[in-house]
């Protein structure tokens, strides 16, 4: 089996790409904007997902597109319309990316959405492929609106489409708001969060990977819409706590009134920043264990310990 990565320069494509060869000894095409070191078989890259006329040699001979590369979330988005500039490569260039891939014969094509899609937090009930979508921001309308695009083109071509969305992502090499948290906790910096009583889903890379690489060969995945996440929830206090372990570092979280947090967050216009460390999203993941067979390889606290030894190291250099 060939297989075509996108987004190769991304933590998670990188970890992608070692998990299909090293484990699985495929042969893999990896797709990226710049030229970085690969144990992919080729490397092209590809910087214009919209470009007409660049997909014909990569996709040759492939099996299957697992695609990773997007426009990212991002907390101040500097674009004048930040929906067009979402669509443009969520939608646009994924749509380009997957004519290409139906005509040159690829018989699968997996879609790395977001959790997004589903709503930004959860309220008693974990979220479930089968709800209703509740997309509340340009990137996740861009990821809805490419996931719809895209099983309308399967049905037009026959080419089997897989969707998959994964809440935060975690591992070596994490970047944003969860490489802040590990600052935080190395640095021995107290945190008012003892009070927070929530519950979240994440993901560590390495069980992201192997989900992919599963939605991309298993019969059962032709057309489906999974979401996916670790075998364990925590909450923020929690995942502190872990850190802390994993780092060595004390334990460093005193109690604080939410209300107050959240009145002194609209003061300064941090109320998202807030939002995320205190609500909950909860993610139900059954569908896709029980349709493919599927269970996490690694558990949550293997995850943040790899993590954890990858940070370490990198704060030497």
Not at 30 to 45: K, P, T
Not at 103 to 118: C, L
Not at 133 to 161: C, F, H, I
Not at 213 to 229: E, M
């Amino acid at each position: 089996m060939k297989i075509l990565v996108t987004g190769a320069s991304g933590f998670v494509g990188h970890q992608l790409i070692q998990t299909l060869k090293q484990r699985y000894c495929l042969k893999v095409i990896a797709i990226g904007r710049s030229v970085l070191q690969s144990c992919a078989d080729e490397f092209f890259v590809v910087s214009n997902f919209d470009q007409q006329g660049v997909w014909q040699e990569p996709l040759e001979g492939c099996d299957v597109v697992i695609h990773l590369a997007a426009r990212v979330h991002v907390m101040h988005d500097r674009a004048e319309d930040p929906l067009e500039a979402f669509l443009a490569v969520n939608l646009h260039g994924t749509v380009n990316l997957a004519n290409a891939a139906a005509k040159a014969g690829v018989k699968r094509f997996v879609y790395v959405s977001s959790i997004k899609v589903n709503g930004e937090y959860t309220e008693g009930q974990p979220f479930t492929a089968q709800d209703a979508p509740n997309p509340q921001d340009p990137y996740a309308v861009s990821k809805w609106r490419a996931e719809q695009a895209l099983l309308k083109l399967s049905e037009e071509t026959g080419m089997e489409v897989v969707i998959v969305r994964p809440p935060l992502v975690y591992g070596p090499g994490v970047k944003a708001n969860f490489a802040s948290l590990l600052n935080v906790v190395n640095k021995r910096l107290p945190l008012p969060l003892s009070c927070i009583n929530n519950t979240r889903s994440m993901i560590y890379v390495g069980n992201l990977a192997d989900a992919l690489i599963t939605c991309a060969t298993h019969a059962n995945a032709a057309g489906q819409t999974y979401l996916v996440c670790d075998n364990e929830n925590v909450s923020t206090p929690q995942l502190i706590k872990k850190l802390a372990f994993v780092l060595k570092r004390p334990y460093l979280v005193f109690p604080f009134p939410l209300s107050i947090m959240r009145l002194l967050a609209r003061l300064v216009a941090k109320s998202s920043a807030v939002d995320r460390l205190t609500q909950s999203l909860v993610i139900d993941c059954s569908t896709l264990c029980n349709e493919l067979d599927w269970e996490p390889p690694f558990t949550m606290q293997e995850g943040l310990l790899e993590t954890a030894q990858w940070y370490i190291e990198s704060v030497k250099k």
